[in-house]
């Protein structure tokens, strides 16, 4: 027995049942082990088994795409953290906010979730510029295209509805800055174009009370109801919308022929 | 040093550069003499220059307020990365655009066939970029906290209000527009107009790598819209509008009582009152009658003329109902530089105002 060499502890556990029952293939040294590590693992296989060698290059996609979707993987998990700790309420969100940083140990959650979030936001946009300047929404990729302006928008309006949740005043006075505009909306706002017309005999349809922001902000001002509101939004809502959408993108993106190269 | 801040406080109100931006995009971009600019070492020269500028002013005290506010670092990141990212895709553009002109493919076109497994070649990429921004992520966190101020307080409004800085172009379009078009119809139409974009874009050229020669009309117009009217505008409604939503130059004082003059006109004050010595008449359509008259022909005139002589191309090649709505898009675009020379130079308030029906344009 002294000539056979011995097994690296690595080695040992690969061949273990407990391995082979999670990773269905063997190391990935040949072409084939190397697909199934691909074609077998749920994960991965949003990517194709083989890309072309022009879409690998970091000077052709920047990244871009990878880094949003990376960013919003980081937002999700420091936000369910963030979660933990913090009440969507008038009385106690700020009060939590400070907190964050006092109390927690570590306590820096939240300046990698607003500063991921700006990030995303800056990666979002790079990213259609890149897929703009290499021509990528041309045919066969035009729906893709448009999935992806709509996720931009739902990336701000994640943004947005997050920038309210400290509850101070930045958060706040951006917030009703922001939402000033909804009361303009052209019959839907209350000081929006043609609101004046929709009235029946003297009494307006269109208030305060009653217009696209008080729905925006379930009240006349920004109050602890739009914090509740926008608390939802921002953690359920638009996330779930996004995953939707961000489903059809990536799959759009292999059913179009993969990373954009010249035809 | 003090010229220096002076000049360039100077160099920053709204209509000074804005004029300086919109030359200097279209001859970096269009002018031969200028393609040097698409080089690598221009891009250190401006980067370095650009650099140095910040790290000048950082030596400021009004300078390093405005910039140091953790919201608004990203800022001036996003404003280095646009403009590098901008550049390395006029550097790739022009390199094949190089390649192309003596009949080679483009660059890309060497490694599109080649298929390499995504295991581990670009499994590895990916590992290494989020590494890489876990880090960079990590590290801002612990150097640059969060932005936290007094507790929200409804009573008390803060001079300046500003929304979040990603929104700040929008907010920075009311200066020139009413809410219900720079809050409203313009942010609809942006969305509305990337979604038609590769519908009515005629050009089926450059579909996949990187080019400027093929695709010159298409990247001015997105340009265009993306570094000058988006880009500088966040930039400036960040950075040089202090209290009362006045502007400040990047050296200056946010101070509160600066005054500014408002004497805005109208259109129709200007017609009925400056020219024709009569009173405003009460009927409002006879009011605005020549505003509405020119917003229509600016929509309808313009699209016309431009069909059957310098677009002639395009109108053929797309038909009527893709012209029409690329030329409506393209002149609410257009349209916001015009409002703001409107302002700058005749102190144009609303070229048509109802404020009876808060409609104004």
Redesign the interface.
């Known amino acids: 027995m002294a000539d056979a060499p011995r097994k690296s502890l690595f080695t040992q556990f690969r061949e273990s049942q407990i391995w082979n029952s999670i990773f269905r293939h063997g190391p990935p040294d040949n072409t084939r082990n190397r697909s199934l590590a691909v074609l077998t693992n749920v994960f991965l296989h949003l990517h194709p088994v083989k890309v072309r060698k022009s879409g690998l290059r970091l000077k052709y996609t920047w990244c871009a795409g990878g880094t949003t979707f990376f960013l919003f993987l980081v937002e999700t998990v420091t936000g369910l953290l963030l979660m933990f700790y913090y009440r969507p309420t008038a009385e106690y969100a700020f009060s939590d906010i400070l907190d964050l940083r006092a109390q927690v140990p570590l306590g820096i959650m939240r300046e990698i979730h607003r500063w991921g979030a700006h990030a995303m936001v800056i990666a979002v946009w790079l990213h259609m510029l890149r897929v703009f300047m290499t021509g990528s929404y041309k045919p066969p990729r035009e729906f893709n295209w448009n999935i992806g302006v709509l996720l931009l928008v739902l990336t701000l309006l994640l943004s947005f509805t997050g920038y309210l949740l400290p509850w101070d005043q930045l958060a706040m006075w951006a917030v009703t800055v922001g939402s000033n505009m909804a009361r303009a909306t052209p019959f839907l706002g209350n000081e929006g174009p043609g609101a004046a017309l929709l009235k029946v005999g003297d009494i307006s349809l269109v208030t305060a009370g009653d217009d696209a922001r008080f729905a925006l902000l379930a009240g006349r001002f920004v109050g602890a109801a739009a914090l509740l509101r926008f608390y939802v939004l921002h953690c359920v809502g638009i996330p779930l919308v996004a995953a939707v959408l961000m489903a059809v993108h990536f799959w759009r993106v292999r059913k179009d022929g993969g990373i954009s190269g010249p035809l | 040093m003090q010229w220096f801040k002076s000049a360039v406080d100077w160099l920053c109100n709204p209509p000074i550069l804005f004029t300086l931006i919109f030359i200097v995009f279209f001859l970096a971009y269009l002018w031969k003499k200028l393609t040097w600019l698409w080089t690598p070492r221009a891009c250190v020269v401006i980067f370095l220059a650009g650099g140095l500028f910040v790290a000048y002013g950082l030596t400021d005290p009004n300078f390093r307020a405005i910039v140091t506010k953790p919201?608004n670092v990203?800022i001036v990141?996003?404003l280095f990365?646009?403009g590098f990212?901008?550049w390395?895709?006029m550097y790739?553009?022009t390199r094949n655009d190089a390649r192309i002109g003596k009949n080679l493919?483009?660059?890309?076109?060497?490694?599109?066939?080649?298929?390499?497994?995504?295991?581990?070649?670009?499994?590895y990429?990916?590992f290494l970029?989020?590494i890489l921004?876990?880090v960079l992520?990590?590290i801002?966190?612990?150097y640059?906290?969060?932005?936290?101020?007094?507790?929200?307080?409804?009573a008390?409004?803060?001079n300046p209000?500003?929304?979040?800085?990603?929104?700040l172009g929008?907010?920075e379009m009311l200066v020139y527009y009413?809410?219900?078009i720079?809050?409203?119809?313009l942010p609809g139409l942006i969305?509305v107009g990337?979604?038609a974009?590769?519908?009515i874009?005629p050009n089926?050229?450059?579909?996949?790598?990187?080019?400027f020669a093929e695709?010159k009309w298409?990247?001015l117009t997105?340009q265009f819209g993306?570094l000058v009217l988006w880009v500088m505008m966040i930039i400036t409604g960040t950075f040089f509008r202090g209290p009362n939503q006045n502007f400040f130059g990047p050296f200056e004082r946010w101070d509160v009582h600066k005054v500014v003059p408002l004497s805005n006109i109208n259109l129709s004050e200007v017609f009925w009152v400056k020219m024709l010595n009569l009173g405003l008449p009460g009927n409002w359509l006879v009011r605005e009658g020549l505003g509405i008259i020119l917003v229509l022909a600016y929509f309808t005139v313009i699209p016309m003329f431009l069909g059957r002589t310098l677009f002639k191309r395009f109108f053929e090649k797309m038909g009527m109902v893709r012209f029409q709505i690329l030329m409506f898009l393209l002149l609410c675009m257009v349209s916001l530089p015009i409002k703001m020379y409107l302002r700058w130079l005749f102190n144009m308030h609303y070229v048509v105002a109802?404020p009876?029906?808060?409609?104004n344009i």
């Open positions: 919201d990203p990141g996003m990365l646009t990212f901008s390395l895709s790739l553009g493919p483009p660059e890309e076109k060497l490694e599109s066939e080649i298929k390499i497994l995504v295991w581990p070649d670009l499994v990429t990916e970029c989020m921004w876990s992520l990590i801002w966190s612990i640059l906290k969060a932005p936290i101020e007094e507790p929200a307080n409804p008390k409004t803060p209000s500003k929304a979040p800085w990603y929104f929008l907010q009413d809410p219900w720079a809050g409203v119809l969305i990337l979604m974009l590769p519908y874009d089926k050229k450059g579909n996949g790598y990187y080019t695709r298409e990247i997105f993306y109802i009876e029906y808060f409609f």
